[in-house]
């Protein structure tokens, strides 16, 4: 089983996470990697986990590196949140069934992409902007931490839980193969969704970015992988542009998407006027992130920040919640003003929609163009193979003639076949003969490999009792470290109970008399033990003597004893070499039998001895568990008896807090009387005077 490497962060035990059990479990699968779904008490989460291959312990250790480096230490509302990892443990309490070693994240079920190109859900300029903040928001906390995505953010990476719960997906295999530790054997084709910017002509002569320097700056095209920890500022000198600026490209590129409502392709450019009739705020940011290359953009040389980027959009957030809200009166001069915006707008709306159809309709008529020249060319094969169906007709009316020369020929060559398939019948008559022959004389070799493989059965079954004696002594050797950690325990209970209970005495006394007498056929066993070893070498080497008779029988058979012999001659010769030799073997067979018989008795002899000091064994046991019967009843008995005490002890408390009632109010009695005699005292006075 293989042992992956420990987690000492936050820990989750196997038997707290739990599988679903349906088939959409399983969200993603590569050959290396996989995430499925899952639960961790009442919570859905998500499992990333290494599938079995020849990588899985370096791309585990690589996983949990990243992980620690930049997800764990890192948290921020705008991620999805890690949860833990699962560590190996045997215990299982719930009856789903448990996850390998995986790390657990919390789950969104839906991304951006859903909302855009699964459910067709158009978003309102304030929600637009309020996914844009977020984001940003989450871009700003790694790049303040020297981090960066990695230029990784699509509409797929960005997870929703409405629209004021917007949460970046960071870790998986892009992340973990962008750390720089990964191992060289995988594939980098995960890499190929990620966005890259051109530079400008005079910087793509200084910079090498993966990118050919005459593209469009419209362009989309695969990024070059960067680790996440050698992100730079926009300050350094050496660099055109920063996996931060890439980073920015990409969430302009995600802001385009959002006002489009297409997918990020080189179509998507064409719709760069959407943003700005849906903010003209949002039009600047895509200048400033490098989306729209402009000329006032190029003249910019402060450089662009994800700072301002969210301050942007963060100053009119309140400008588009109350336009939203409010569209009356209020926001024109009159009300016949109103009617006439409205009236311009709508005539701007129809304008559009008249020029995208005319552009789908040029769009279709050069489609309609390329459909007529395919027609042409396909007019012009069709001729072509009327030419080739032509000369193929006379082709065949030549190959008719040949063919009927050729059956000439054939009945020709079937007489000729007719007279050699006689003369091979008379050499076939012939050669079944010599065939009967080789068929004797392989049925005699046959005969003599059957009985080498008998012999060689033999050996094998010589060595597996050999393996079994052995494993024998092993079990005798572990069955005397076991009587004497008994013999230890047992010393160790009879000395507390002497010390405690002076009348065991004596049986203690006859335990150990037994003991002696166990350890006295131990050893006695041991002899027999070492006796049995040295029979079974003996008979190691009575089979290495036969393995070496073998080799020597096999090299005589291989030379040729006939000389210049006739076959009846031969075959005599050999029939006799072999029973010979067969003979010496089965003799030397059967003295490695009667050895095997020996050890079979002596081994015998061993199992009734370790039968008798299983028995003794017993004996011992059941009178150590009549001892600890005896010592526990009496313990029990020690702690009633301080049970009564500590009763009594209470009721003598009890009766000493009951006198000391008794003679504070005895005390509080005759101070009364003395008061009440000196108040008398002073009554006797006054009247005396008076």
């Known amino acids: 089983m293989e042992c992956l490497v420990p987690w000492n962060g936050l820990a989750l035990e196997r038997w707290e996470v739990a599988l679903d059990e349906?088939?959409?479990?399983?969200?993603?699968?590569?050959?290396?990697?996989?995430?499925?779904?899952?639960?961790?008490?009442?919570?859905?989460?998500v499992f990333y986990s290494c599938r079995s291959t020849p990588l899985k312990l370096e791309l585990w250790s690589v996983a949990l590196e990243t992980l620690q480096q930049f997800i764990a230490a890192h948290p921020h509302p705008n991620f999805v949140q890690f949860l833990g990892v699962v560590t190996p443990s045997e215990q299982v309490q719930n009856d789903a069934l448990p996850p390998s070693e995986c790390v657990v994240m919390e789950h969104l079920p839906i991304s951006l992409y859903d909302v855009l190109h699964r459910d067709h859900i158009a978003l309102s300029r304030r929600e637009i902007a309020v996914i844009s903040i977020q984001i940003l928001r989450g871009l700003l906390f790694l790049h303040r931490k020297q981090q960066s995505l990695g230029v990784c953010l699509t509409s797929k990476k960005v997870m929703m839980g409405g629209s004021n719960n917007v949460k970046l997906r960071r870790f998986g295999l892009e992340l973990v193969l962008r750390s720089g530790n990964a191992p060289a054997q995988l594939s980098t084709a995960?890499?190929?969704?990620?966005?890259?910017?051109?530079?400008?002509p005079q910087q793509a002569a200084k910079v090498t970015t993966g990118c050919d320097s005459n593209s469009s700056p419209h362009s989309l095209s695969p990024s070059p992988s960067r680790s996440p920890a050698t992100v730079r500022t926009n300050g350094s000198s050496d660099v055109g542009f920063t996996t931060i600026t890439q980073d920015l490209f990409a969430?302009?590129?995600?802001?385009?998407?959002?006002?489009?409502?297409?997918?990020?392709?080189?179509?998507?450019?064409?719709?760069?006027?959407?943003?700005?009739?849906?903010d003209p705020v949002f039009y600047s940011v895509l200048e400033l992130s490098g989306v729209i290359a402009t000329e006032k953009r190029r003249q910019i040389s402060?450089?662009?920040?994800?700072?301002?980027?969210?301050?942007?959009?963060?100053?009119?957030?309140?400008?588009r919640a109350v336009e939203e809200q409010r569209l009356s009166s209020s926001s024109f001069s009159c009300f016949l003003y109103a009617d006439r915006y409205f009236v311009t707008r709508e005539a701007e709306q129809v304008e559009i929609k008249v020029r995208e159809r005319e552009r789908r309709g040029e769009i279709d008529l050069k489609r309609l163009a390329a459909v007529e020249k395919e027609l042409l060319e396909e007019q012009k094969n069709f001729a072509i193979l009327v030419l080739q169906l032509e000369q193929s007709q006379r082709e065949k009316a030549q190959a008719l003639k040949n063919n009927q020369r050729l059956q000439a020929q054939v009945q020709t060559s079937e007489q000729i076949k007719r007279e050699s398939d006689e003369e091979i019948g008379r050499l076939v008559a012939k050669a079944e003969e010599q065939t009967e022959q080789l068929v004797a004389l392989q049925a005699s070799l046959d005969e003599e490999h059957r009985k080498v493989e008998t012999l060689q059965l033999g050996k094998i079954s010589d060595a597996e009792e050999k393996q079994g004696l052995l494993f024998e002594i092993l079990k005798l050797k572990e069955d005397k470290r076991k009587l004497a950690t008994e013999k230890e325990e047992i010393e160790a209970a009879n000395a507390v109970i002497a010390r405690k209970v002076g009348r065991e005495k004596e049986t203690l006394e006859d335990l150990e008399g037994r003991l002696a007498q166990a350890i006295h056929r131990w050893e006695e066993e041991q002899h027999v033990r070492r006796r049995a070893e040295r029979q079974a070498e003996s008979t190691s080497r009575q089979l290495l003597q036969m393995e070496e008779e073998r080799c020597k029988y096999s090299r005589v058979l291989q030379q040729s004893p006939t000389g210049k012999r006739g076959p009846e001659a031969s075959l005599s010769y050999v029939l006799t070499l072999k029973d010979k030799e067969i003979k010496e073997l089965s003799r030397k067979l059967q003295e490695a039998l009667d050895d095997q018989t020996a050890l079979q008795a002596d081994v015998d002899q061993l199992e009734a001895g370790q039968n008798c000091i299983n028995v003794e064994m017993e004996k011992l046991l059941s009178q150590r568990d009549e001892t600890q019967n005896e010592f526990l009843s009496m313990r029990s008995q020690l702690e009633e008896k301080e049970e009564v005490v500590a009763g009594l002890y209470e009721k003598l408390h009890a009766a000493d807090r009951e006198i000391e009632s008794l003679k504070n109010r005895i005390a509080d009695f005759e101070e009364e009387l003395e008061r009440q005699a000196k108040k008398k005292e002073d009554e006797g006075i006054c009247s005396y005077f008076y």
């Not at 290396?32 to 859905?44: A, E, L, M, P, Q």
């Not at 969430?251 to 450019?269: H, I, N, Q, R, Y």
Request: with cysteine; charged share 20%; glycine share 6%.
């Open 22 to 45: 349906d088939k959409n479990s399983l969200l993603a699968q590569t050959p290396h990697w996989r995430v499925s779904k899952g639960t961790c008490g009442d919570v859905n989460v």
């Open 190 to 200: 995960t890499l190929k969704t990620s966005y890259e910017i051109t530079p400008d």
């Open 251 to 278: 969430f302009g590129v995600l802001l385009l998407e959002m006002c489009a409502g297409d997918k990020p392709t080189s179509e998507l450019f064409n719709r760069i006027s959407c943003a700005k009739q849906i």
């Open 302 to 319: 402060v450089p662009v920040t994800t700072e301002g980027l969210l301050a942007m959009l963060v100053a009119n957030e309140q400008q």
